[in-house]
């Protein structure tokens, strides 16, 4: 391993200072002058806050510090909420319009079609949201096949008033499909195919996280988080660069993964959904090697923590925890949907044209420290 020449000066002069008395007659003039400090190695104070704090002094000698910030805690336990108890997600205002700016062309997505699974609401709704702004007819799909038409309905509404006068609106559908079940997304395909004549662009943003402690959590649960995720990500996207093979189109993925794919996040514990999401960028990455040469481009977008109807009322419930969160991102706040309106639009369009296989994270720093 690399030792910069200093060091080795170091470590040469206390061999020099420690060698039997024979070799210590010897000249010592030849060696170059370093400092006569104590290395720090060397020192073992028992008093010292930080030596105690290594990984050498016993457990809880640190006190209530040791790695307060930096644990899960086993009593965070959070479960998916279910569509009785889910708060709405209202379409964003004012984000979508015509505007008379000079933009870069590319950033286009003209008469492409767009599919977003759990478009229904959160941040899959937001981000089909900007993919109809940015000009592509959308198809919504998801588990809540009554929420995403509603969704479908008012984001047309909310389009038509931002842009008033335009005489064609963007065609906007809502299928059903449970993205864990090979047949549900075949026959979701084959319904969006029909209706929209063609598939160009695929969005996986169906998925879910809860809280349980490795060694409690409910196998089942782990299974299904596993399959929607996981599972769910892998299907749909094969099925679409199936679909665009068969055309010899060319098209562009974005799967949806998260900053706990990187990192553990703390203190709520999720393991599986941490490994799950570390499998939706790596599949992301998998695909984009594999379709390379059939011009299909696969990326993932990791968000850190996004301020959605679900976190929100969640937080609410668990103000320790938001402080908890926000204390750890450097941008100092949560990120909203709407920040991932740009960087969807940028990976699904042609402004991106030699991007595969990248991890764009929209996470307010929080990866970097
Ligand atoms: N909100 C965040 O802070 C955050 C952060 C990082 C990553 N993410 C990821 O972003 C994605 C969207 O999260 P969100 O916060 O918008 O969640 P959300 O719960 O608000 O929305 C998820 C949508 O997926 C749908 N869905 C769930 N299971 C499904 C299934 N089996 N088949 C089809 N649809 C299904 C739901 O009905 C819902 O409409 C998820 O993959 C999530 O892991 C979210």
């Known amino acids: 391993m690399f030792r910069p020449a200093v060091t080795r000066q170091a470590v040469k002069a206390l061999n020099q200072s420690t060698r039997p008395a024979a070799l210590a007659a010897t000249p ?17 104070d028992k008093e010292d806050p930080f030596a105690k704090a290594t990984t050498k002094a016993p457990e809880g000698a640190a006190g209530e510090h040791e790695g307060k910030y930096a644990r899960t805690d086993e009593s965070v336990v959070i479960e ?30 003209e008469n492409r079609v767009t599919l977003v699974t759990g478009g229904a609401r959160g941040l899959g709704l ?17 588990l809540n096949k009554e929420e995403a038409e509603d969704s479908a309905k008012k984001l047309v509404e909310q389009f038509q008033k931002e842009n008033p006068g335009l005489e064609e609106l963007p065609n906007v559908t809502a299928h059903y499909a449970d993205v864990s079940n090979p047949e549900s997304v075949n026959n979701a395909l084959s319904e969006v195919i029909s209706k929209h004549g063609k598939i160009d662009h695929l969005v996986t943003s169906a998925g879910f996280t809860e ?22 990500s ?42 799950a999401k570390a499998a939706v960028r790596h599949l992301a990455s998998s695909f984009a090697v594999e379709w390379a040469g059939q011009d299909i481009r696969v990326n993932c977008i990791s968000p850190g923590y996004m301020l959605t109807a679900l976190t929100r009322k969640i937080l609410d419930e668990n103000p320790d925890l938001r402080d908890k969160w926000i204390s750890l991102i450097p ?20 402004a991106s044209k030699y991007i595969t296989g990248a991890d764009l994270r929209v996470d307010g720093g929080y990866t970097l420290t």
Request: proline fraction near 8%; avoid cysteine; glycine fraction near 10%.
């Open 28 to 44: 010592r003039h030849f060696l170059r002058p370093i400092s006569t400090t104590v290395p720090r190695a060397q020192k073992d």
């Open 80 to 109: 998916y909420p279910d569509d009785a108890h889910m708060p709405p997600s209202p379409v964003v205002q004012g984000r979508g319009g015509m505007h008379f700016k000079r933009t870069l062309a590319q950033f286009s997505l």
């Open 126 to 142: 937001v981000m089909s949201q900007g993919i109809v702004a940015s000009g592509s007819n959308l198809a919504i799909v998801d």
């Open 211 to 232: 809280n349980f402690d490795a060694i409690n959590y409910p196998y089942d649960r782990m299974q299904k988080l596993w399959g929607v995720n996981v599972d769910g």
């Open 234 to 275: 892998y299907l749909f996207a094969t099925g679409v660069a199936k679909h665009l093979m068969e055309r010899k189109a060319p098209g562009s993925i974005v799967m949806i993964g998260s900053m706990s794919g990187a990192i553990v996040n703390v203190p709520q514990p999720q393991a599986p959904y941490n490994a």
């Open 331 to 350: 941008a100092g706040k949560m990120g909203v949907p709407e920040d991932l309106m740009g960087a969807v639009t940028f990976l699904l369009s042609d």
